[in-house]
């Protein structure tokens, strides 16, 4: 059973636009699985789906660029956090500073916006945080990240059920 398979039944007594938020919401699925769920689930609209896929991605990043900073300091107090926080800042920034530095947040914007397994918003964030890129530029990249992913898993979705259609002669 797929993961958006499992949140469907999970979600089975919420109304169809609030799991497609929840779906949209959550870091394993994101707008990636909510606009196909939206679509091909519940048969809404393109620009329905799009709309409640997107806010429901953007809706945990403020909280996560906020707090992702407080919530490492405090977990750093404790030897085995301190160890995989810093472990973790110094891989991450091992293998993408040069893109970052590069790039800038065109970088944070086209790492959201590529809707691959492992990127979008939660990761975003994450990375927002550790290159230490403050609120103000990071929020909008990230969300015109969610933006273009949306365009781009909306478009896919649509084009992928219109062959689905053509092949069954629906």
């Known amino acids: 059973m797929s993961v958006e398979n499992l949140l ?18 959550i870091p394993v699925s994101e707008l ?19 709309f409640l896929s997107v806010l429901g991605n953007l809706l945990p990043v403020i909280p996560l660029l906020l707090f992702l900073e407080p919530v490492s300091n405090y977990l750093r107090r404790y030897r085995i956090f ?5 472990w973790l800042f ?4 091992r ?6 530095e590069k790039y800038g947040l065109l970088a944070l914007t ?10 979008g918003a939660w990761t975003g964030c994450a990375a927002a945080f550790v290159f230490g890129i403050k ?7 990230i969300a015109a990240g969610i933006l273009i992913a949306g365009i781009i898993v909306t478009a896919v979705t649509m084009t992928g059920m219109s062959l689905f259609e053509l092949i069954l002669g629906a």
């Open 8 to 25: 469907v039944e999970m979600l089975a007594s919420v109304p169809h636009w609030l799991a497609v938020l929840l779906i949209g919401a």
């Open 135 to 141: 609120f103000r530029n990071s929020f909008p990249a």
């Open 82 to 86: 301190d160890i995989f926080f810093t």
């Open 32 to 50: 990636r699985g909510a606009i196909p769920v939206a679509m091909g689930i519940y048969h809404m609209e393109p620009l329905e789906a799009y």
């Open 110 to 119: 086209l790492f959201v916006a590529i809707p691959l397994p492992v990127t």
């Open 95 to 100: 293998n993408h500073t040069e893109n970052f």
């Open 90 to 93: 110094s891989r991450t920034r």
